[in-house]
């Protein structure tokens, strides 16, 4: 089955998420942010993902938008190692941390668990 459609639906919670001393004294407290997406395929099956945010919920959600949507229209859901590496190798520039693997398992979680019965398979696992 193709992919036809890939959302992402952003859920912010206003409490801190972190919320010990070393992080007020630094300034580094932020919002727990999830951006939740979803795959739709041709024959009409979802799978779901979640990317945490922390804070920069909006650039999880535009890289998830704008990269790696791009991607996913009109391949082959099945093709879970080649979509993963697809979208690994592609944002190789961008770097390996951050905003970019952070939005990749948020795609990946849902492209790997719930599309496939053989999940860990492609990856080396189960």
């Known amino acids: 089955m ?4 890939v959302k992402v639906t952003k859920l912010s919670s206003k409490e801190f998420y972190e919320r010990d001393a070393l992080a007020v004294k630094g300034g580094a407290e932020h919002f727990m942010d999830v951006a939740v997406v979803s795959v739709v395929t041709s024959n009409g ?3 779901y993902g979640e990317a945490i945010a922390y804070g920069i919920l909006d650039v999880v959600s535009t890289t998830i938008e704008k990269i790696y949507r791009p991607l996913l229209l009109g391949e082959e859901s099945s093709n879970i190692l080649g979509l993963w590496n ?5 944002t190789f520039r961008l770097g390996r941390r951050g905003v970019t693997i952070s939005s990749l398992s948020g795609v990946s979680e849902m492209c790997i668990r719930d599309r496939s019965t053989n999940c860990l ?3 080396g696992g189960g």
């Open 121 to 123: 398979e492609g990856r």
């Open 86 to 90: 697809k979208m690994y190798k592609t």
């Open 45 to 47: 099956e979802i799978g």
């Open 2 to 5: 193709k992919i036809s459609e």
